[in-house]
């Protein structure tokens, strides 16, 4: 009898292993290169974790494929974009994952797709990365379609910003922008718009990366009496040279990129500062799945849910998730197909959560279209992975980031077809 109940526990035991095997078999890994450290670090950290929310969400409303959970393998680009093509690789070439979510900065976005996953046809969504170049590479033929985004191109963004600008009586600007190919983009844009528009920039300075003083970009910048700084940053070197200016004299008034709207940045420069700080966000009105998203996100992840890059990078982890669920296979050229899918106009809207995500996830089974509309709102991908408007139009008051207003995709093309541009 001894040995009887000795063999039944041990093929009891065996079972018990082979069905934790078959559901560790089952679970599908997603490559995150995410800046955890360096001058995107703020962004990284709080990027990587709502991905993780948003896996998260889906696992517990019962799983991708036949209850199949979403993991993750984060890597840390270092906010370079040479460290971020190794780390790419190693996720792509040897680990085999179907799909890669970042860079959150393009000038790590952009080596990724031109060398690992553009190659490889691999799909990356990367929740921030606003440079048109990404757009070009598309137009060009050169993603093989592989590549999405959860931001607009900085080439509608800086038509918005020279518009709010001019209604905020920027009338005169001095440009200081870092210098990768978000900022030398995301000048130009500005500039052919703010010029259009009937406004003067009286100098463009470039600046490196970590350096300890920009005193002397900050005195450069500082001729011809603008109005104000535009200033085109991350918000760890974006607080020194905003300190510098008002040290040295700068007239303490700020047109700022959609990364600068950080608790970070504010605190290092000191909000009785800031008062006179605009900026434009990509985004729109709240959703039901901004209202989860706000409520929820800190518990999960300790940082602040106004972090510029933790709404779109739930949204990034939710579509890559739901896309996965509707391929029904943990394939690449599948999930590709499948993410249009997933955000099918004429489907049953889907928000952010748990509950919701069961309803999304039985919808996919049935065989019947859905609609996510997420954290920064309902968007869809046109053939190049870009999404268009609204923006969101901000300002800094008394240390807090307040909305002030909303700039429609309509309004943004008015304001182009206006310009010619």
């Known amino acids: 009898m001894r040995y009887a109940l000795l063999a039944m526990t041990a093929l009891a035991g065996l079972a018990f292993t082979s069905a934790a095997g078959k559901a560790a078999d089952c679970d599908i890994t997603v490559g995150l290169v995410m800046e955890l450290t360096g001058p995107a670090g703020q962004y990284g950290q709080a990027g990587a974790k709502s991905v993780e929310m948003a896996f998260r ?3 517990d409303a019962g799983g991708v494929i036949d209850g199949c959970k979403l993991l993750t393998d984060t890597r840390d680009s270092q906010s370079q974009g ?19 979510i970042g860079g959150i900065i393009s000038s790590v976005s952009i080596p990724i797709l031109t060398s ?39 080439a509608l963004q800086g038509v918005a910003a020279a518009k709010y600008a001019l209604d905020q009586g920027f009338k005169k600007l001095s440009v200081i922008h870092v210098n990768n190919d978000f900022g030398v983009n995301m000048v130009n844009e500005f500039s052919k718009a703010y010029k259009a528009l009937g406004g003067e920039i009286v100098s463009v300075t470039p600046y490196n990366e970590k350096q300890p003083s920009y005193q002397a970009e900050v005195t450069a910048a500082m001729s011809g009496s603008p109005d104000g700084l535009y200033l085109i940053s991350y918000p760890v070197d974006g607080a020194t040279i905003a300190r510098q200016w008002i040290s040295q004299g700068g007239t303490p008034k700020f047109l700022l990129n959609d990364g600068m709207n950080s608790p970070e940045f504010i ?12 900026g434009t966000s990509s985004g729109t009105n ?5 209202d989860y998203f706000m409520k929820n996100y800190k518990e999960f992840s300790g940082i602040e849910p106004s972090n510029p890059a933790a709404d779109r990078s739930y949204d990034a982890g939710a579509i890559v998730g739901l896309a996965i669920a509707q391929a029904g296979k943990a394939d690449s050229a599948a999930i590709k197909d499948a993410i249009n899918k997933v955000l099918d106009p004429k489907g049953e809207v889907i928000h952010a959560g748990k509950d919701e995500f069961a309803k999304a996830l039985k919808l996919i089974k049935d065989g019947k279209p859905i609609k996510y509309e997420g954290v920064i709102g309902p968007v869809s991908f046109d053939q190049y992975g870009d999404i268009t408007g609204p923006f ?10 307040t909305t002030v207003g909303e700039m429609t995709t309509a309004d943004v093309d008015a304001i182009k ?5």
Request: aromatic share 6%; hydrophobic share 40%; proline share 6%.
């Open 392 to 401: 969101r139009l901000w300002r800094i008051q008394k240390g807090e980031v």
């Open 286 to 290: 709240p959703t039901p799945s901004t």
């Open 57 to 59: 969400d889906i696992n």
């Open 267 to 278: 605190t290092n420069v000191g909000a009785k500062y800031l008062d006179d700080a605009y």
């Open 82 to 100: 040479n460290v971020a093509v190794d780390v790419a690789a190693q996720l792509v070439q040897v680990k085999k994952v179907p799909a890669l």
């Open 116 to 154: 690992v996953t553009g190659p490889a046809k691999v799909v990356q969504v990367s929740p921030a990365s606003s440079s048109p170049t990404l757009t070009a590479l598309g137009r060009e033929g050169k993603t093989n379609g592989v590549f999405f985004r959860t931001i607009t191109s900085d």
């Open 417 to 421: 077809a206006k310009i010619g541009n």
